[in-house]
């Protein structure tokens, strides 16, 4: 039924004497002229004033008994709790909208490839956890790789790499090689892996050959920890997609050998995440990785995404839209399909011609190989990234982007660090991310405005979260017991006021590691000499006295940083500082460096 058609919105209309967004203008208007608290309660003593509010009563108890009729909520209250009955009536209708809105964009089509768009955020997606019964294990204590011997000090683990030397992967002979020019999609085979004998098959084809290409699709915004959606895989001659939520429980047994094998040559562009998102997820450890991203780096290209390779080598427009589209999405469709192919499919051929260019470099600045060596180098330390754990501290709060600019007083801070705590624990129970729970923002907004009642609360909330609406009155007790322990942030709030960059030194081996707080900066001070340049690298990467003091460099400046971000490139920058010809220099990393 067409809504100018609806009975129920005729009968609302004749009863407020006009179309609803006129009269909403009207009383938007208006209300800026009714008196407030002690004004409006004198002027009700005169007839005059009550008959009319009155009158104004009675119309618009009988509006919004119309409203919840025509949306099935029928009101049932008066007072607060009618207000209250009204903030969800409002917010389950803009739920309806958005979710028409979803259905909207979902049906649009998309100009170049003619096919339907998908939002970053389905809500009507069915969690994969549940509908494949993933586990996971959100617990608040680190992560174990079982799939890893552990050391002897049982301190850490011990990956394949270390028994390898980076040199053991370096191409022989590219001055020989020519490009393999690759297909186009349509003329490839491709295969969606969907059953278990399909991935056998997959992982019976990987054996045969040398080298393949790799990618990941993955999710952060419905999961604790995130989520892998799916995995790219391409040959020379074939393309294929595994949808990873059906075969969860069998990547790790079919795939974890093949991507661990030296011999075999693994590409992937940009692979920082995608390194750990396979740890975490299946288990799976890479050993002898070529990663365009950090070649792109090497070569001192324009732009280092996949976005601009496939453009500067293959002359391929990616559709980049896709990029952070919801992953989880079941059935694929057809453009996403296609985007998901497209970032193996041309890979190999870019991993042909990035080498070439990185051997023409080194006959050009007469250094044999050592750009090739350098990007090999860096790949190795990417894949040397262990997966951790996000863990809650008594500090966790303190890390929130936004809370230390804020100048909250200790009642804020209190809120602040109460509420961290309990999102936390809900996204773990529920395997949300923090962030779908209760937003950053959102949550400094609630901690300095300090409400203290459920009409405050849902006044303050700008947009709808489903955890906060369900558990409302559990939000209102944590901000009225944090309240109650604010002295207890009183030493945390002077703290904050008198923070400014400082350092904070630790001498470890021979490396000695200062964090400048504050500033965004790390310093490493090298104490002990170390020859430079490509002919020094290991015969084997063991961890001997250089890797240890290395190790133990890094170490020591994660447990400073605490969990203020992700670094993937510290582990690399510590063996740089390390080999430095400059023993005495100390060099100054920012944060944005390690990232």
Same mark, same amino acid.
């Given at each position: 039924m067409a809504a100018d058609d609806s009975p129920g919105l005729k009968s609302l209309e004749a009863l407020i004497g006009g179309s609803l967004p006129e009269n909403l203008s009207k009383l938007s208007s208006t209300c800026l002229a009714i008196p407030a608290n002690k004004d409006f309660h004198f002027l009700c003593n005169f007839d005059e004033f009550k008959l009319r509010i009155d009158e104004i009563s009675g119309t618009s108890q009988c509006v919004l008994e119309t409203i919840?009729?025509?949306?099935?909520?029928?009101?049932?209250?008066?007072?607060?709790?009618?207000?209250d009955w009204l903030v969800n009536l409002n917010d389950e209708v803009l739920q309806r909208i958005d979710l028409d809105l979803e259905d909207t964009m979902k049906k649009e089509t998309d100009p170049v490839h003619g096919k339907a768009k998908v939002s970053f955020h389905i809500a009507t997606i069915k969690k994969p956890q549940e509908e494949y019964k993933i586990l996971v294990n959100n617990a608040n204590v680190p992560f174990e790789h079982v799939w890893l011997e552990k050391k002897e000090n049982n301190l850490g683990f011990i990956h394949p790499l270390e028994k390898l030397s980076v040199m053991d992967f370096v191409d022989k002979d590219i001055s020989e090689m020519k490009p393999v020019e690759p297909l186009s999609l349509e003329g490839i085979p491709f295969t969606l892996v969907e059953e278990i004998n399909d991935l056998k098959d997959l992982a019976a084809k990987l054996s045969s050959v040398d080298e393949f290409a790799v990618d990941l699709e993955h999710n952060q915004y419905r999961s604790f920890q995130g989520l892998t959606c799916l995995m790219q895989i391409s040959t020379r001659?074939?393309?294929?997609?595994?949808?990873?939520?059906?075969?969860?429980?069998?990547?790790g047994t079919y795939l974890r050998d093949i991507f661990k094998d030296?011999?075999?040559?693994?590409?992937?562009?940009?692979?920082?995440?995608?390194?750990?998102?396979?740890?975490?997820?299946?288990?799976?450890?890479?050993?002898?990785?070529?990663?365009?991203?950090?070649a792109s780096r090497v070569l001192k290209l324009e732009r280092k995404s996949l976005e601009f390779l496939l453009k500067h080598y293959c002359g391929v427009a990616a559709n980049k839209q896709y990029q952070n589209a919801d992953w989880r999405i079941r059935p694929l469709p057809d453009v996403m399909t296609r985007y998901a192919r497209e970032d193996t499919h041309y890979l190999l051929y870019i991993y042909d011609v990035m080498r070439v260019d990185l051997h023409t470099v080194a006959k050009e600045d007469e250094k044999p190989d050592s750009p090739l060596v350098e990007v090999y180098k860096?790949?190795?330390? %990417?894949?040397?990234?262990l997966y951790e754990k996000e863990l809650l501290t008594e500090n966790s709060y303190l890390h929130i982007n936004g809370v230390q600019a804020a100048n909250f007083n200790a009642v804020q801070l209190a809120i602040v660090a109460g509420l961290c705590e309990w999102r936390d624990r809900i996204a773990r129970a529920d395997d949300e991310s923090t962030g779908y729970v209760l937003p950053n923002k959102t949550l400094l907004e609630i901690a300095k405005e300090m409400p203290i009642n459920v009409g405050k609360l849902r006044r303050l909330l700008k947009s709808k979260l489903p955890y906060i609406e369900r558990n409302v009155d559990a939000v209102?007790? %944590?901000?009225?017991?944090?309240?109650?322990?604010?002295?207890?942030?009183?030493p945390v709030v002077q703290s904050l006021k008198t923070w400014h960059p400082g350092t904070v030194e630790n001498d470890i081996g021979g490396v000695r590691t200062t964090v400048l707080y504050g500033s965004g900066k790390v310093s490493v001070d090298v104490s002990e000499e170390q020859s430079g340049g490509f002919g020094a690298l290991p015969s084997k990467r063991k961890f001997g006295s250089e890797n240890k003091v290395i190790t133990n460099a890094?170490?020591?400046?994660?447990?400073?940083?605490?969990?203020?971000?992700?670094?993937?490139?510290?582990?690399?920058?510590?063996?740089q500082m390390k080999r430095s010809k400059c023993p005495s220099q100390s060099q100054h990393v920012s944060l944005s460096q390690m990232r």
């Open positions: 919840g009729g025509f949306c099935g909520k029928p009101m049932r209250y008066s007072g607060d709790d009618a207000y001659t074939e393309d294929y997609i595994v949808d990873t939520f059906k075969l969860w429980d069998h990547i030296p011999k075999k040559k693994k590409v992937m562009h940009g692979a920082d995440r995608d390194i750990i998102w396979l740890q975490r997820d299946f288990g799976i450890y890479v050993c002898n990785l070529f990663d365009t991203g950090q860096r790949s190795y330390d %990417v894949c040397m990234q209102i007790s %944590v901000i009225r017991r944090s309240m109650q322990n604010a002295a207890a942030f009183e890094y170490i020591e400046i994660k447990k400073k940083l605490g969990s203020i971000g992700y670094y993937p490139n510290l582990l690399r920058i510590c063996r």
